[in-house]
């Protein structure tokens, strides 16, 4: 058994009412929390605390809006590496973690080796990105990008079962 799953057989529907409330509300006080749950404020702070200590908890942070801050752009980029050996994984990887404009980036399976997605102002800011960072990428021979004309669904928040 993985690490992962055994780590959720430790925690029981409680702790899951905790997880997806938090995921909501991550601002939410210990005491209104406890209300939610039906649980004490002590045993609430007890089992935030342990949820935190055990990882389930990864951090805390605030959702901005990417309109507001002047990057109303978000593109996926398919990328392509030219040969697909560990050093070469290694490099992109370091590269890509330097990228602010990168907010998320996945080795996935199929026709092309990396979903990278990423917020910019506008095309022309997309077009430097690509030209100064994605295609500077090491190992990078091709890409497909992906312009988001409209957000369906964006949502951080996992489906977690009772």
Same mark, same amino acid.
């Given at each position: 058994?993985?690490?992962? %799953?055994e $780590? !959720?057989?430790?925690? /029981?529907?409680? /702790?899951?009412?905790?997880?997806?409330?938090?995921?909501?509300?991550?601002?939410?006080? $210990?005491?209104d929390l406890?209300?939610?749950? $039906?649980? !004490?404020p002590?045993?609430? #702070?007890e089992?935030?605390?342990?949820?935190?200590r055990?990882?389930y908890?990864?951090?805390? !942070? @605030?959702?901005?809006? +990417?309109?507001?801050? =002047?990057?109303?752009?978000?593109?996926?980029?398919?990328?392509?590496?030219?040969?697909?050996t560990? /050093?070469?994984?290694?490099?992109? =990887?370091?590269?890509? @973690?330097?990228? +602010?404009?990168?907010?998320?980036?996945?080795?996935?399976?199929? =026709?092309? /080796?990396?979903?990278?997605? #990423?917020r910019?102002?506008?095309? @022309? @800011?997309?077009?430097?990105?690509? %030209?100064?960072?994605?295609? !500077?990428?090491? =190992?990078?021979?091709?890409?497909?990008?992906?312009?988001?004309?409209?957000?369906?669904?964006?949502?951080h928040?996992?489906?977690?079962?009772?």
């Open positions: 058994m993985d690490e992962i %799953s $780590n !959720s057989t430790k925690i /029981d529907r409680i /702790d899951r009412r905790i997880l997806a409330v938090l995921q909501t509300d991550g601002r939410i006080t $210990n005491t406890a209300a939610k749950i $039906n649980l !004490s002590t045993a609430t #702070a089992r935030f605390k342990r949820l935190l055990d990882g908890i990864l951090r805390f !942070s @605030a959702e901005l809006d +990417p309109v507001k801050l =002047g990057l109303g752009l978000l593109v996926f980029v398919e990328v392509k590496l030219d040969r697909t560990p /050093d070469v994984f290694e490099a992109f =990887g370091r590269a890509v @973690a330097r990228a +602010p404009e990168v907010l998320e980036c996945h080795m996935v399976a199929g =026709g092309f /080796d990396y979903l990278v997605k #990423a910019v102002a506008d095309m @022309a @800011a997309y077009r430097r990105l690509l %030209s100064d960072v994605v295609l !500077s990428l090491p =190992g990078v021979r091709e890409t497909h990008t992906y312009a988001v004309m409209e957000d369906i669904k964006d949502t928040v996992l489906p977690i079962a009772p």
